[in-house]
């Protein structure tokens, strides 16, 4: 445990605690204190809430980040079960060594060529 005694309300069996909290939702109900939402109330709770989470640009900034990663994932998954369904072409070798997938060849790099001064 957390160093906390779960005593009273905490040490009771989770339906039995439930019990306790419907009984107190059903008073409230039939006293007339109990808050039920507007659709309209509840769009505008909504938006403020909305706005106040969106003024933490850390905080939107890692939400978005998070959404990026999931979707480039779920794109390279895709593009991974893609290339299982077909055959990978094999370089041939010139030497007499064993061919090899083409995913093993060395990569040649590219460099930028500035079209300005390749006259």
């Known amino acids: 445990m957390t160093g906390k005694s779960r005593r009273g309300f ?3 069996d989770p339906a ?3 019990e306790i909290a419907s009984k107190g939702g059903r008073a409230a109900h039939e006293k007339g204190t ?3 939402w507007s ?3 509840a769009r505008k709770a909504g938006r403020k809430g909305g706005v106040t989470v969106s003024r933490d640009r850390v905080h939107m900034a890692t939400i978005g980040r998070e959404g ?3 979707r480039s994932a779920a794109a390279r998954q895709a593009r991974v079960a893609r ?3 077909r055959e990978m072409p094999l370089q041939v070798a010139r030497e007499g060594g064993a061919p090899r997938p083409a995913s093993d060849r060395p990569r040649t790099s ?3 060529v500035d079209e300005s001064t390749a006259r």
Do not use: K, N
């Open 10 to 12: 905490a040490s009771m």
């Open 16 to 18: 039995r605690q439930r």
């Open 34 to 36: 109990a808050h039920e």
């Open 39 to 41: 659709s309209d109330e």
């Open 68 to 70: 990026g990663e999931s």
């Open 83 to 85: 290339a299982g369904d």
């Open 110 to 112: 590219i460099t930028h």
